[in-house]
Every structure is written in structure tokens, then in C-alpha cells.
């Protein structure tokens, strides 16, 4: 079975600061991971995904993710928080082979705090 | 934006009446689908198509059908509707199927569905 786990609800950093949001995963086999991005009353926009390769993959407005596989971890990261970047975020995976569907985390609600 | 369209954004309805999402796109994409999104569920994929007529359940498709008779037009139907398809409703498109190859799938705005 695959799975998506979020493991914090709620992430408040300073602006300026640097920020991670967490996702690790469960999949049969190699994964294919997407992080998506939701303003409030908006639709989801993807961020970046992991497909193969480099293990640091870069996205949209300055994030970037680090593919971890020994740790089965896809966590958002971006330097220098920016209040802007208060949303909530989903990471999705699916796997290589087998299942077609993506599943997605429950979320996390990012707050940048100026 | 990914030239998605949904209608209405915002509906209150009655529990039994029948309800009738619509999704509408301009990228000619071959795939869509229609997804619930509920507090501590994330995202649940209700049924997907695959090309005109072509549909398919998902993990929650129960009291939920769809119909595309076009290319750009993908509709989901709450037969009767209940308390517990109050959710926000989202389409999104991909031109290959999501799962295959890591496809990106891009979301609508949204419909925002009150059953009382």
C-alpha cells in the first residue's frame, strides 16, 4: 500500500528564516514525489517533483526538496522564509510501478510570522 | 494557471437533491479527474477519465458519478446528495495519466459544496 505521511499539522517560522516542511513516504518499490502548494480559497499549484537522479530537486519560488530514499523522506525546504509563503502544502507520491493513483498528505499549514 | 474552469465555485443544497459539478479545461488534455478535499484527509480521488466516455472509479466513489461527453468537459454528480459529501470539490487535468511516468497533474480553483 502507498502512503503519505505529513507529521506536523502546523509549522511557524520567522521571516527570513529557513524553512522545512516534512514528508516521508511508503511505497512497493522506487516513488515518484510532488509537492503542491494551497493559498487560501485557491486550487492546488505544484511546486516540484522527484521523477529520477539528482536527489536535490528545485521548484518554484525558490523551494526546493531533498529525495531521501534510506529515510523515505521528501522534505520542502527554502532558505529564506518569506510571509508570502504562508499556505498550506501537500507532497503526493506514487509509485514506479504497480497503482496508478497519487496520494496525498493530509498537509501542513506553513505560517511565516514577519 | 492551467485553463481550468469549475462551476459553481460556491453551492448550498438541500440533503436529497441532486447536485451537478462541472469542469471545464482549454489544454486538450486527455486525462481529468475530480478530487475531495475534507480536513485530515488531504486529497481523495473520487473517479477519473480517460479520454471521451472513458471513465473509472477511484478510492472514494461511492454516491458519486461522472460523465465526459467531451474532450474539455469532465462533470460529477451527487446523485442524492448527503451531509457527508460537504467538501470542497477540485478537477484537475494531466495529459498523461497521473501516475504514469510522474505526470503533473494541474487543480481548478475549486467548488465549495454545502449539503444541509
Known amino acids: 500500500a502507498q502512503s503519505v505521511a505529513q507529521p506536523e499539522d502546523q509549522v511557524n517560522v520567522a521571516e527570513g528564516n529557513p524553512l522545512t516542511v516534512k514528508c516521508t513516504y511508503s511505497v512497493s518499490g522506487n516513488p515518484y514525489l510532488f509537492w503542491y502548494v494551497q493559498y487560501p480559497n485557491r486550487g492546488l499549484q505544484f511546486l516540484l517533483k522527484?521523477?529520477?537522479?539528482?536527489?536535490l530537486v528545485k521548484g518554484s519560488y525558490g523551494f526546493e526538496a531533498e529525495f531521501n530514499k534510506s529515510q523515505t523522506s521528501f522534505h520542502l525546504k527554502k532558505p529564506s522564509a518569506l510571509v508570502s509563503d504562508s499556505a498550506l502544502y501537500f507532497c503526493?507520491?506514487?509509485?514506479?510501478?504497480?497503482?496508478?493513483?497519487?496520494?496525498f498528505g493530509t498537509g501542513t499549514r506553513l505560517t511565516v510570522i514577519p | 494557471d492551467a485553463g481550468i474552469t469549475q462551476s459553481p465555485r460556491h453551492k448550498v443544497t438541500e440533503t436529497g437533491t441532486p447536485v451537478t459539478l462541472r469542469c471545464h479545461q482549454t489544454?486538450?488534455?486527455?486525462?481529468m479527474y475530480w478530487y475531495r478535499q475534507d480536513p485530515g484527509h488531504g486529497l481523495r480521488l473520487i473517479h477519473y477519465s480517460y479520454g471521451v466516455k472513458d471513465t473509472d472509479k477511484g478510492e472514494v466513489s461511492d454516491g458519486y458519478s461522472v460523465s465526459r461527453s467531451k474532450t474539455e468537459d469532465f462533470l460529477l454528480t451527487l446523485e442524492s446528495a448527503t451531509s457527508s459529501q460537504t467538501s470542497v470539490y477540485f478537477c484537475?487535468?494531466?495529459?498523461?495519466?497521473?501516475?504514469?511516468?510522474?505526470?503533473?497533474?494541474?487543480f481548478g480553483e475549486g467548488s465549495w459544496l454545502t449539503v444541509v
Open positions: 489544454e486538450n488534455h486527455r486525462y
Open positions: 522527484y521523477i529520477t537522479g539528482d536527489n
Open positions: 484537475a487535468i494531466s495529459e498523461l495519466w497521473a501516475g504514469t511516468s510522474g505526470n503533473t497533474i494541474y
Open positions: 503526493a507520491v506514487r509509485a514506479q510501478t504497480g497503482a496508478n493513483n497519487l496520494f
